[in-house]
């Protein structure tokens, strides 16, 4: 069986060596496609999918309302960012842990059925901390060399107003994890700036006379990074 038709709706049908049947509702467009068992009969699969119908054609409808501005709830149809490139949330529902992961043009969010807002927020969260500690380390080293001067410390955190902050006499620097949603030149431009804290601690002069040097383009960053919604 290539595919089946159930109440309207064409179900193409992949057979995997695998040991559950599983239907996935992929955003934006709805389109549903049914994996399957090798082993596993024609009745079967039919009975699986129409057990499914209801759940199926709710997915297609929450694709088809989540406009494409609409953020915030972390549902599928979503916009997603990362490193400044846009892609689809596509919420699936797993009985394993939760994870996150890129997947063509979507960002997968495999979570518990029935999670909330927040339960979806902290795993994707915890998914753009480890995409900040991954790149952190060659932002650091180069910027670190342009401005000169090393942080003792750099914490990645949730913040809500603040994209980073220097404590100076801590010699200490965190960044908000939501950096990982813009273009990597973001990144770079609040290390520099909170780097050069380091050097003056006031937003003078001095300050944007060294922003001058290390960072000829940061202006236009800086407009970069405030211009889009909080989130994108
Ligand atoms: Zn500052």
């Known amino acids: ?4 038709v159930l109440e309207g ?3 193409p049908v992949v057979k995997k060596k695998m040991k559950n049947m599983y239907i ?4 934006p467009e709805g389109e549903v496609k049914l994996t399957a068992p090798i082993g596993v009969s024609d009745d079967d699969i039919r009975e699986f999918a129409l057990s499914k119908i209801a759940w199926i054609k709710k997915q297609q409808e929450r ?9 915030g709830e972390y549902v599928t149809g979503e916009n997603c960012y ?3 490139k846009k892609y689809i949330l596509d919420v699936q529902d797993t009985d394993y842990g939760s994870r996150v992961f ?11 059925h029935g999670s909330t807002r927040e339960e979806r927020e902290q795993v994707l969260n915890d998914w753009y901390r480890r995409e900040m500690r991954r790149a952190l380390p060659g932002v650091l080293k180069k910027c670190e060399k342009i401005v000169g001067v090393r942080a003792k410390e750099w914490r990645i955190k949730n913040m809500r107003t603040r994209w980073g902050t220097c404590n100076i006499p801590e010699q200490r620097i965190w960044l908000n994890l939501k950096l990982a949603k813009k273009p990597p030149e973001c990144l770079e431009y609040v290390v520099v700036h909170e780097l050069v804290h380091l050097l003056e601690r006031e937003h003078n002069g001095v300050f944007y006379g060294y922003m001058d040097k290390f960072y000829p383009g940061w202006r236009e960053v800086k407009v970069r990074l405030n211009e889009t919604s909080k989130e994108g």
Do not use: D, F, H, Y
């Open 1 to 4: 069986m290539e595919e089946i």
């Open 82 to 84: 990362l490193w400044g």
């Open 24 to 27: 996935r509702v992929k955003p």
């Open 102 to 112: 890129l997947w063509g043009e979507n960002v997968v969010l495999r979570i518990g």
């Open 9 to 11: 709706i064409t179900i």
């Open 63 to 71: 694709c088809k309302k989540v406009s494409v501005q609409a953020e």
